[in-house]
């Protein structure tokens, strides 16, 4: 029985010699193959600064102008009651079942002073 296990042993330490055998070498830094002059480099490096992203999606499409219907005064009522709203926040997804349960929504109401204290 142990000599059964020395040879396992045996074997599997000439198989993991043989897997360090297979590691890559370094070969150091590879050389540069280019023709080009640093002065040519640098014109290229100027010329693609200076014109547009070519992967971009709106690239080619100039300047863009958007026109509004709704005057500044009605859209910035908007924005009020948007930023008053204390529910505007609240996101269905983050309750269970996404439903907002009635204790957010409280009645609405407003406070009267008396004439005369």
Sequence with gaps: MKTS???????????AAAG??????YEGVHPLTTANSRADVSAEA???????NP???G???GVQTVASTTDRAAVREQAVAAA??????LDRRA?????????YY??????MRQAGL
């Design 84 to 89: 008053h709203n204390p529910l505007q926040s």
């Design 46 to 52: 100027r010329v693609a600064a200076r014109s547009g």
């Design 106 to 111: 409280k009645p609405k109401f407003s406070v």
């Design 5 to 15: 296990k020395l040879i396992a042993a045996a074997a599997l330490s000439v198989l």
């Design 95 to 103: 309750f269970y079942r996404d439903q907002v349960p009635a204790a």
């Design 59 to 61: 690239s080619d499409a």
């Design 20 to 25: 360090a055998v297979h590691a890559e070498t």
């Design 55 to 57: 992967y971009g999606d």
